[in-house]
């Protein structure tokens, strides 16, 4: 008696398993607990779109980066980490020698202690990769209390954090 074999082909498909995430919200909070608001994150043919729209922070000029840790302990939100830098980059929008990817320009925030506006991260995305913000420490959204001066190392002499919030895959918005 002869066999005959059927081979299948077995195909891979990546990306079919988990969906492509597109936009996030990213709730931010002070070191008390409370919310601020929320951060919608959304990814762009370049980099990520921050749609900034907060209340409850001091007025004037803040510096808000990403950071490299996924946890947002109060009150000082150290276990945010460092400024997310996949590339060994510079600190500062100024720097010559390019900034962090988690560098952003400074938020001014009204008298009424609102602020809202769109920033773009040009150097990270949500897609898989190197300058992905899904790591597997997770990354978060960081705001501190003066401004960030462009270059002064580590964070632009931008003093304490003030707000922050956990960037996760479960806090979908929209795909």
């Given amino acids: ?7 299948i082909p077995l195909l891979i498909l990546t990306g079919c398993t988990e969906e492509n995430i ?17 951060i ?10 921050l749609s900034v729209d907060l209340n409850g922070l001091p007025a004037g000029d803040h510096a808000i980066h990403i950071h490299d840790k996924g946890k947002c302990k109060a009150p000082d939100f150290k276990s945010a980490g460092n400024h997310f830098n996949p590339d060994n980059k510079e600190h500062g ?5 390019g900034a962090h990817a988690g560098d952003l320009p400074n938020l001014m925030v009204g008298d009424d202690g609102s602020v809202k506006v769109d920033l773009t991260a040009p150097n990270v995305t949500l897609k898989d ?7 597997k420490d997770g990354t978060t959204i960081v705001i501190d209390e003066g401004k960030d001066d462009g270059m002064t190392p580590p964070s632009g002499d ?3 954090r003030i ?7 479960d806090k979908k918005a929209n795909k």
């Fill in 22 to 38: 597109r936009k996030i919200d990213v709730e931010m909070y002070n070191a008390v607990g409370d919310s601020l608001g929320k």
């Fill in 93 to 97: 929008l100024l720097h010559p020698k």
């Fill in 1 to 7: 008696m002869k066999k005959s074999w059927m081979i």
């Fill in 163 to 169: 707000a922050c919030g956990e960037i996760t895959k």
């Fill in 129 to 135: 990769g190197k300058t992905s913000l899904f790591t």
């Fill in 40 to 49: 919608k994150v959304a990814e762009q043919a370049k980099g990520v779109k």
């Fill in 158 to 160: 931008s003093g304490k």
